[in-house]
């Protein structure tokens, strides 16, 4: 139910979390490296997180990665290298989520979709965004 997508290079590019996903206990599925960390925490009942706040700990953030939720709907995720080449299609539906780490993205919406789209800020505009040309 969890799916590591890689370039020929063994990069990783994308992580795809089926709605079925199930862990049996807590469970992320982002390298360290990646400046979104996603998991699923599987909890008993009774069981309690301490109360707590984040420090505050410097970080530089270099590429914006997104993670996105398919709260209803089906779309088509478009994969692509850095070099603008296509390199996977991967289709998901309601409940569904997608980490995009180091990689060109595209979408084609197939069916009426609402999507939960989360990455990092403050968004910068014209500036944050380098179009690709799909070579097909």
Excluded: W
Excluded at 30 to 51: A, I, M
Excluded at 58 to 83: N, S, W
Excluded at 110 to 135: F, R, T
Aim: a positive charge; charged letters at 30%.
């Amino acid at each position: 139910m969890i799916e590591y997508i890689k370039t020929k290079k063994g990069e990783l590019i994308a992580v795809v979390i089926r709605k079925k996903a199930d862990p049996k206990g807590i469970e992320f599925f982002t390298p360290p490296s990646f400046s979104q960390q996603v998991g699923l925490l599987r909890h008993k009942k009774g069981s309690v997180v301490k109360p707590h706040v984040h420090k505050m700990v410097k970080r530089e953030v270099t590429v914006t990665q997104e993670v996105l939720h398919i709260k209803k709907g089906r779309i088509a995720v478009f994969l692509y290298d850095k070099k603008g080449n296509k390199i996977a299609k991967r289709l998901l539906k309601t409940g569904d989520t997608i980490i995009l780490g180091n990689a060109g993205h595209g979408i084609e919406v197939l069916e009426e979709s609402l999507i939960l789209e989360i990455k990092q800020g403050p968004y910068a505009g014209v500036d944050d965004k380098k179009y690709i040309k799909d070579k097909g």
